[in-house]
């Protein structure tokens, strides 16, 4: 049997419902070798790993694998079953890179042991929080008040002589979330870098279960307040999922408006910021920051609110749009990637500006394969992925945009990114606008019980939100920020350069610090 035999036996031997294949009950002898020879032999991108708590169900806890099937559209399921005595297994960051901060959340989170893992440190929990503490087992109460602690987190670092340490953070002068930075230099030059988040984790996992998707929606939708729209359509999805329920085509239209206008919004924010802010060329911040006020005051005037919330629910959109709204979001947004067009030929043209951003903060395409980074960065270094194309949602099966990649990857190539991404997103705006169908944006939804996993191309990258209902409230909720997967890129990234780079290499990739820190 060849290859792609094996992985047709494979996906025959699951349970499939929809475009999800899942291969339940992998021993857990048979797990990581098999979740090997998936990444090694089919060269199947890991997407996620999170656990699960099933003690009460009496079987103990889960290891559960995310693989994409991109070729053919699909997501490949992989699960295993831990005993609630020893929960552990074979580490799959051994052989499989993109895993390592997944099994370490696993450890920090459920207590579950990733056997031989290269780097065992906590993750969510360093410095102040107890040891042996594992607030999403389910017999962790969401408002355990823990006890301060002082356990020691060992930063990596590098002796010799003329190796200084620099510590960056995690308070910043800028208004921005809390995150930690240790560089180890000799003179100007980064030698390591190495970065340290979740210092302010807000239980959202864990406040989630329990909750209605009535009432779980706010929680999701200020999961990271620029990915608003996001997050909420992923979650919606997976509900949709569950529940058979099949979304108008005009709302699948309109949920894809809204997302390539919080596309526009933050490329907008960007390409002003990784040029002006992340180098001096002050001219593309000020502009860039008052085009984006255009598109901001435009969310406001449709939406009742900044940020692209309230508009997507489950089984569709809240409301449909009035003629002279749609007027209003095609005149805006053509003003906005106009001027945004315009700023960036302005800053292609500028010697000074090119030299600053070519040849920074380079991700290697081998590099951002290992990471399994996601989105802009990934693309910018010749990963040619996106959800919109590879696992169709929404109206994009007829809609879809051009998918841009560069070789290079370095910051110039994902700044020019962002604005060939804005073009497109127009496009598809534009033809949203135009569309004569009336029809009705939302149907009831009755939620059943059951599992799903929701998808969506957001600005930054792949998002996934897998729900779990049980009893008709949500029992296990992971939302996926594609933020998780591409900070640890900075250790790759920021050696090389030179100490005032890594805020250019910082805003090429603008990462949130909420959408990981859950």
Not at 63 to 87: C, G, K, Q, R, Y
Not at 469 to 479: F, H, K
Request: charged content about 25%.
């Amino acid at each position: 049997m060849n290859a792609q035999e094996i992985l047709h036996t494979i996906k025959l031997s699951g349970h499939t419902h929809g475009s999800l294949v899942t291969l339940e009950s992998v021993s857990p002898e048979w797990f990581t070798p098999l979740c090997n020879r998936l990444s090694a032999e089919f060269k199947l991108p890991l997407s996620l790993l999170y656990a699960t708590d099933d003690r009460k169900e009496g079987k103990g806890f889960g290891i559960h694998v995310l693989f994409a099937l991109d070729a053919s559209h699909e997501w490949l399921l992989v699960e295993t079953t831990l005993s609630e005595e020893n929960p552990s297994y074979e580490s799959l960051t051994k052989t499989i890179m993109e895993a390592h901060w997944y099994e370490r959340y696993a450890m920090d989170m459920f207590g579950i042991k990733a056997e031989g893992h290269p780097d065992p440190r906590r993750l969510v929990h360093h410095e102040n929080v107890p040891a042996n503490t594992h607030p999403l087992r389910k017999d962790f109460a969401w408002n355990t008040k823990m006890e301060h602690a002082n356990e020691p987190y060992p930063m990596h670092h590098i002796e010799g002589e003329g190796i200084f340490e620099i510590p960056v953070g995690p308070i910043h002068a800028g208004v921005i979330e809390p995150g930690h930075f240790r560089f180890n230099v000799a003179g100007e030059r980064i030698i390591t870098l190495e970065g340290k988040l979740f210092f302010t984790h807000k239980g959202v996992e864990k406040l989630l279960e329990g909750k209605t998707v009535a009432q779980a929606l706010p929680f999701i939708e200020r999961i990271s307040g620029d990915m608003s729209a996001s997050h909420t359509l992923a979650f919606a999805q997976a509900i949709e999922q569950i529940s058979s329920v099949t979304v108008p085509k005009r709302a699948q239209e309109l949920r894809v408006l809204i997302t390539e206008l919080e596309r526009i919004t933050m490329h907008t924010f960007d390409i002003g910021n990784m040029a002006g802010n992340g180098t001096g060329f002050t001219v593309e911040a000020a502009h860039g920051f008052r085009v984006k006020e255009k598109i901001m005051r435009l969310s406001e005037r449709v939406f009742g609110n900044r940020f692209w919330r309230g508009f997507v629910v489950p089984g569709g959109v809240s409301k449909t749009l009035s003629q002279e709204e749609l007027l209003d979001i095609v005149k805006t947004t053509k003003e906005v990637v106009q001027e945004m067009e315009d700023l960036f030929q302005l800053g292609r043209h500028s010697d000074g500006l090119r030299e600053r951003l070519e040849t920074t903060g380079v991700l290697a395409k081998e590099v951002a394969v290992a990471f399994g980074a996601l989105g802009l960065p990934a693309r910018g270094s010749g990963v040619d992925r996106d959800v919109r194309r590879d696992h169709p949602y929404a109206a994009y099966a007829e809609m879809q945009p051009e998918v841009f990649t560069f070789e290079k990857g370095d910051v110039y190539a994902r700044w020019k990114l962002r604005a060939l991404e804005m073009v497109e997103s127009m496009k598809l705006i534009e033809k949203i606008c135009a569309s004569k169908n009336d029809g009705s944006v939302r149907v009831d939804v009755h939620v059943k019980d059951g599992m799903a996993i929701g998808a969506v191309e957001s600005w930054r990258g792949e998002l996934l939100n897998v729900v779990y209902v049980r009893n008709g409230v949500i029992a296990r909720c992971v939302p996926r920020d594609p933020s998780f997967c591409n900070w640890a890129l900075f250790g790759a990234i920021g050696p090389g350069n030179i100490i005032p780079d890594f805020p250019l290499c910082n805003k090429s990739l603008n990462l949130s610090y909420s959408g990981t820190d859950l």
